[in-house]
């Protein structure tokens, strides 16, 4: 046979010696409570307080009572709380629960900077599950919250077609953050976390074909078990691939069609992701929030809704790649339908968790609003932008842009916008003494010597 023998470089595995999986995990590793700024750690109690309101609020969805049935009928010893249940679940099944009942509203948060990812669902329910193991104070539930921003949001910025492939972020990226996360709320030194990446990365998934369907909110779940797995058995000496992200075959390379391994390392430890999280006022895709902002601003200057004749938008090419559902037949397919929301919003000036029931997916109102709706996509528009025109049958005409939706790093929600929205979430299912204190032992997370004896109060 003719040919050239191949040389080591040719082969899939070879090391190409960038060391960029080394490096991102020797700074995680090395760093300390006292290294974060304010800012990131302001960030950090934010976040935990909007999730656990998140996570309340989702307790209860349908979708999460058909799982506990099912991990309670499988699962291991019962070791780890199950927030608002009152009831326990083994240590890998505890963060499929916490995890999906976090995103299962898609009210959790939003980092949108280079990726589109819920990060808050996977890490912190990993986080939680081990904090039953020993005692952990708040610092180090802080600092290990943040480890799983950078691990996660980085990982993806390397691979800027990612989302683009068709893969759900929350499912791939979040595991790889809470694997991060957890090695090092574990204490892993640096080798031990760039294995536990490594198991991670290897069990990332998550495909954008089930958004709008029980399998999506289950992504964050299934990330916070497989990263939670990951750094336990890399603390055992399971080892991976010192290059899961940068390698020929790793993460960087195959689950995108670009791989931009550079972006990992840029600002590595002056830029802290999780300050750069974003909160949502809205129970929906994300995408979807300058379009509301739009309705519910435009609802103000129309006194009889049912004088509309037409709703022209002009949207983000992703916000229709993302939530095109045209005619959604459930709430939690209501959730990525531009026409749903731009009628529901406009008709309630409202999009909460009510808005997208499936009662309210299918009122009479809304289906015929929404049949009016016309969608245009505009490559000028940022991600949180959103033009909106509603038209009268008298020919009269208002127009509405958002510049930044609400929620965004642009235009955040205040400490006080994000605390009502936590009770909001939390008094229905705990009532408001419970989740008082909860806020309040959230706002002063770290100076907290057990995180366990929050949890206590989120059961």
């Known amino acids: 046979m003719n040919g050239q023998p191949a040389s080591q470089s040719d082969y899939g595995a070879a090391a190409l010696d960038l060391n960029v999986t080394k490096d991102l995990c020797a700074f995680m590793a090395a760093a300390t409570f006292e290294s974060m700024p304010e800012a990131a750690i302001h960030a950090g109690r934010r976040g935990v307080l909007d999730?656990?309101?998140?996570?309340?609020?989702?307790?209860?969805?349908?979708?999460?009572?058909?799982?506990?049935?099912?991990?309670?009928?499988?699962?291991?010893?019962?070791?780890?709380?199950?927030?608002?249940?009152?009831?326990?679940l083994g240590l890998l099944e505890a963060p499929i629960a916490n995890g999906q009942m976090g995103h299962v509203l898609d009210f959790d948060d939003t980092h949108m900077g280079g990726v589109v990812l819920h990060a808050s669902s996977p890490v912190l329910a990993a986080l939680f599950a081990l904090s039953e193991r020993k005692p952990v104070?708040?610092?180090?539930?802080?600092?290990?919250?943040?480890?799983?921003?950078?691990?996660?949001?980085?990982?993806?910025?390397?691979?800027?077609?990612?989302?683009?492939?068709?893969?759900?972020?929350?499912?791939?990226?979040?595991?790889?953050?809470?694997?991060?996360?957890?090695?090092?709320?574990?204490?892993?030194?640096?080798?031990?976390?760039?294995?536990?990446?490594?198991?991670?990365?290897?069990?990332?998934?998550?495909?954008?074909?089930?958004?709008?369907?029980?399998?999506?909110?289950?992504?964050?779940?299934?990330?916070?078990?497989?990263?939670?797995?990951?750094?336990?058995?890399?603390?055992?000496?399971?080892?991976?691939?010192?290059?899961?992200?940068?390698?020929?075959?790793?993460?960087?390379?195959?689950?995108?069609?670009?791989?931009?391994?550079?972006?990992?390392?840029?600002?590595?430890?002056?830029?802290?992701?999780?300050?750069?999280?974003?909160?949502?006022?809205?129970?929906c895709g994300v995408v979807l929030h300058p379009t509301i902002d739009a309705m519910v601003a435009l609802r103000a200057k129309v006194s009889a809704p049912d004088q509309v004749s037409a709703i022209e938008l002009r949207v983000n090419p992703l916000a229709v790649s993302i939530t095109g559902v045209a005619d959604p037949g459930t709430g939690l397919k209501s959730k990525f339908s531009l026409t749903h929301t731009a009628a529901v919003a406009f008709l309630d000036r409202a999009a909460g968790i009510a808005q997208y029931t499936d009662e309210r997916a299918r009122a009479p109102e809304i289906v015929a609003l929404r049949e009016i709706v016309n969608v245009r996509t505009d490559e000028s528009l940022g991600r949180d932008q959103a033009w909106a025109c509603v038209v009268l049958r008298t020919g009269e005409r208002y127009e509405y842009q958002v510049t930044h939706a609400s929620g965004t790093v642009d235009n955040p929600m205040s400490d006080a916008a994000l605390e009502g929205k936590f009770l909001a979430n939390a008094v229905p299912l705990i009532g408001h003494e419970r989740a008082s204190r909860i806020r309040d032992s959230v706002w002063r997370l770290d100076q907290i010597d057990d995180v366990g004896s929050l949890l206590v109060q989120c059961a």
């Open 137 to 283: 104070t708040g610092k180090d539930f802080l600092l290990a919250y943040a480890a799983g921003f950078e691990a996660g949001v980085r990982a993806g910025q390397g691979a800027p077609a990612h989302h683009a492939g068709g893969w759900h972020l929350t499912g791939t990226l979040g595991s790889i953050a809470a694997g991060a996360a957890a090695g090092k709320l574990l204490g892993l030194d640096s080798r031990q976390l760039v294995h536990a990446l490594g198991i991670a990365a290897t069990q990332a998934a998550g495909m954008q074909q089930n958004r709008g369907t029980m399998c999506k909110s289950f992504h964050a779940g299934k990330a916070a078990s497989s990263g939670l797995l990951a750094a336990l058995l890399a603390q055992s000496g399971f080892d991976s691939s010192d290059e899961i992200l940068e390698g020929k075959r790793g993460f960087c390379r195959i689950y995108s069609s670009v791989a931009k391994t550079d972006l990992i390392l840029d600002q590595l430890g002056r830029r802290w992701e999780i300050a750069r999280n974003g909160h949502k006022p809205y129970a």
């Open 51 to 88: 999730w656990i309101g998140c996570a309340l609020a989702g307790s209860r969805h349908p979708t999460i009572s058909k799982l506990l049935c099912v991990l309670e009928a499988v699962g291991s010893a019962p070791r780890a709380t199950v927030l608002g249940r009152d009831m326990r």
